[in-house]
């Protein structure tokens, strides 16, 4: 520091009067090259600090015969051999003015870093003293083995050192002292408080010998306190050193925050920043639909505004605020108190000391709490923590009493570091709204789908590629189709966004309805394709579409340019890539596809997945492959955790490769579980008059078989419907009813007519046109499907199996 205090001479026979001189500070590396040119020593010996430092010491300290002397020398060499040393010289004219008498000290440094030698040298003209006198001039650390104010020295070291103990602080204390010359120690890790009263004032000498340690401030103070000549340059000094050390503060503060669009994590970052440097509590309360990730708070805050504490930082004893203010609570906030003026005016409040008649003032306006003792004899500043006009929250900065009171450069401070915060937090809200509108638009998109079909159990899973884009172009969905058989679907739409989700909501809503008419799978990826061509060119997709028919243990497939499915036999455990007719996507057009046919077993498990999945960018897909073959066939005690496996094998392994998973992976696990004869039970009728009997008949006996008789009634009902039906407007000689149990009774008829039925509005003296009306009422679904001799009209109604 530049205000070395000094002893000076005084007459014989009194005490010697310790005073202030200004010094020059220059460190020296063991180079002999300087790394620190102090503002002192720019005034004593003339360059700048950009010009000094990195230059050697003995060609920018020109002291004519001071190279002679052999303490100064060995010094600026740095072979001081750990002992001070001291001298005067005579510097010539130069930059720094006329030539004077100068008089030095050199201290080695103890301890890391570069530094070897502190040399501090003052004009002999700045003591008012003889040359005799001079002689007799020593900072007082080098001397003053015994300081009476060590104690207090000690004590206060931690106050600029939050991090040290007081028992480090007497260590270092007794160290400089005992050793008699300054010993440097830097923790990098350390955070020095900023000055607790920052912004230093035009005052007299006595305040600024108090304030000022700054580099930079020259002020020569007399020992009686009288302002020297050098007062009127220091005090601007200091002033501009307490406003940089405030930027510098704001800086720091600026480059830790904001490092995560995640609100928690932005708030714990806003607190951590300004405790304990700034302050010694800090309360963050934000409005609800900041926290709720919704939409921008409209209109300005009231007593019903709703606020949640979502931080507390402080440097008191653990759980002494928990208690009172427990992070988390939701409140609103009387309109008598500085956090209310606060938060609607949307300025900082400061009220420098909070004596007992006001801390009751405000500690009245709460109920059910007595925060009197948390806030009394502390000094309080309120800051908002705001966003394009718009209050979000405030910050509650208190400070201990033993700590200067927040001032009005503090307040001007603070509004700053609020404002920095508000818009961190802004765009974290934001984010965390779009995320939320992300999340609503994948819940709308993905299928719900039910854990058992009839004949088959499914499990899904589907993980976004990325937390900025959480829904893309993947999906999979599951379609009941007549005849007790199951639709299963998995597509991928090339590339990420919305705008992919958009073109896949199309594609798998186009899926949905097609695979309502019984379409061959080939033809319903033709068909598909068409829709991709009229929808336009921006986007090609990859699908695959399989139909299982449990009933028939028969599996249908086509792909379009899809990877292809994993089918895990029950049999053995063996794991196997179906061998599929590639196909292009969909959107190329013009391309055929083909469908395929495999006989399964029950108990076979179908795997079908995006390529997500399997594909690492540059290795080959086959691997993937391979490894999802191996993983399928991993025995598993459910279907979920089946899946689970394969997503903890699979997914985590790409995503390690690729630093991080980018593209969305969705997953279908199907076990075939089959539907078995005895659950089926076919009859063929003769289309006369005498059919609707027969079938009623021959329904009654198999639900009496099939311990139902429950649904006897609704059931006759339903197939005499269409029996009639089939037998009064088909052309056709035979008639077919066949009855499926599942966990639903399935009624089919089938006849050798194509055409579908019709579902009319008959007249009210009408006799007849009413029989699917009849049908639609009582049936849970009902519907008609092509077959390749005619056509089938089915009902389905609920069954409770024994």
């Known amino acids: 520091m530049e205000h070395e205090r000094a002893r000076t001479p005084a007459p014989v026979g009194e005490p010697e009067v310790p005073g202030c001189v200004p010094l020059a500070v220059v460190v020296v590396d063991d180079r002999g090259v300087i790394s620190h040119w102090s503002t002192g020593a720019r005034r004593l010996f003339g360059p700048a600090r950009a010009e000094a430092v990195g230059r050697p010491a003995i060609e920018l300290m020109p002291v004519f015969g001071a190279f002679g002397d052999r303490g100064w020398e060995a010094g600026l060499r740095g072979d001081t051999a750990g002992h001070a040393t001291t001298g005067r010289a005579s510097r010539g004219a130069g930059p720094g003015g006329p030539g004077c008498d ?13 530094g070897r030698l502190l040399v501090l040298a003052t004009g002999t003209d700045a003591l008012g003293a003889t040359e005799e006198d001079a002689r007799h001039v020593v900072p007082g650390t080098a001397r003053h083995t015994e300081l009476s104010g060590s104690a207090r020295l000690a004590a206060g070291l931690p106050e600029i050192l939050p991090s040290m103990s007081p028992q480090e602080s007497a260590r270092v204390v007794s160290q400089v002292l005992e050793l008699g010359y300054p010993v440097l120690e830097l923790n990098r890790q350390e955070r020095v408080p900023v000055t607790p009263d920052w912004g230093v004032p035009r005052r007299s000498g006595r305040h600024v010998r108090a304030r000022g340690a ?13 302002a020297t000549p050098g007062e009127d340059t220091a005090a601007p000094d200091l002033e501009h050193a307490a406003v940089r050390e405030r930027l510098e503060f704001l800086n720091e503060v600026s480059g830790r925050i904001g490092s995560s669009l995640d609100l928690a994590r932005t708030i714990e970052e806003v607190s951590a920043a300004v405790v304990p440097r700034f302050t010694d509590v800090a309360g963050t309360y934000l409005r609800e639909q900041v926290v709720a990730g919704e939409g921008f708070p409209d209109g ?30 939701t409140m609103t906030f009387p309109a008598e108190t500085p956090f209310f003026r606060c938060m609607t005016t949307g300025e900082p409040v400061l009220v420098p000391h909070i004596d007992e008649a006001m801390g009751h003032a405000i500690a009245s306006q709460f109920e059910k709490r007595d925060i009197r003792p948390l806030i009394t004899d502390r000094s309080m500043l309120v800051v908002p923590l705001m966003a394009r006009r718009v209050v979000l929250g405030f910050m509650i900065l208190l400070r201990h009493r033993g700590r200067a009171e927040f001032n009005d450069m503090d307040r001007v401070t603070g509004a700053e570091l609020a404002a920095r915060a508000g818009l961190v937090l802004d765009n974290a809200r934001m984010y965390t709204h779009q995320e939320n509108v992300a999340d609503t638009l994948q819940d709308s998109m993905l299928p719900r789908i039910a854990p058992r079909m009839p004949g088959c159990d499914t499990a899904t899973r589907y993980l976004p590629g990325t937390r900025l884009g959480r829904v893309g172009g993947d999906w999979f969905d599951t379609i009941r189709l007549p005849g007790s058989r199951t639709a299963l679907v998995v597509g991928d739409v090339m590339g990420h966004g919305l705008n992919s989700a958009a073109m896949m909501g199309q594609l798998r809503t186009a899926v949905q309805t097609m695979a309502g008419l019984d379409l061959e799978p080939a033809q319903l990826l033709r068909n598909l394709d068409d829709l991709a061509q009229r929808l336009g060119d921006t986007h090609l997709a990859t699908c695959q579409y399989a139909v299982y028919d449990p009933i028939g243990s028969r599996l249908r497939i ?39 046919e495999f006989a399964v077993e029950s108990g076979d498990r179908l795997v079908m997945c995006t390529d997500g999945l399997v594909e690492v960018r540059g290795q080959d897909i086959g691997a993937g492959l391979a490894a999802l073959c191996e993983s399928a066939a991993h ?46 039970a076919v009859h063929d009728l003769a289309a006369d008059h005498r059919a609707p009997g027969r079938a009623r008949a021959l329904v009654r006996e198999q639900l009496a078989r099939w311990g139902a008789p429950g649904v006897t009634d609704t059931a006759e009902l339903l197939v005499s419907e269409l029996v009639t039906n089939a037998v009064r407007h088909a052309r056709t000689a035979r008639v077919e009813l066949r ?16 055409a579908p039925p019709r579902l009319l509005g008959p007249e009210p003296e009408a006799d007849a046109g009413r029989g699917l009306h009849v049908v639609g009422q009582l049936a849970g679904r009902w519907g008609t499907s092509p077959t390749a001799r005619g056509k089938t009209v089915w009902c389905e109604t609920a069954l409770e199996r024994p």
């Open 102 to 114: 100068v008089l030095w000290w050199a201290y080695p440094l103890v301890g890391p870093g570069s």
């Open 214 to 226: 700054a580099d930079g401030a020259h002020a020569a103070v007399a020992p009686d306190g009288a």
């Open 300 to 329: 300005v805050p009231d007593t019903s505004t709703v606020w949640h504490r979502v931080a507390l930082e402080h440097t008191d004893a653990p759980g002494r605020w928990d208690d009172v203010v427990p992070v988390g609570e």
């Open 558 to 596: 086509a792909n379009a340019g899809h990877i292809p499915p994993v089918l895990v036999r029950a049999a053995d455990g063996r794991s196997e890539l179906l061998d599929l007719p590639t196909g292009a996507p969909i959107g190329v057009g013009g391309v055929a596809f083909e469908t395929a």
């Open 635 to 680: 025995p598993a005690a459910s279907m979920d955790d089946a899946c689970d496996t394969i997503i903890r094998t699979l997914a985590t392994a790409t995503a390690t490769e690729r630093g991080g998973r980018r593209d969305d992976v969705a997953l279908l696990m199907t076990r075939l579980n089959g539907v078995g004869g005895r659950d089926v």
């Open 739 to 754: 009855l499926v149990r599942t966990d639903a009774l399935l009624c089919e008829v089938f006849d050798e007519d194509p």
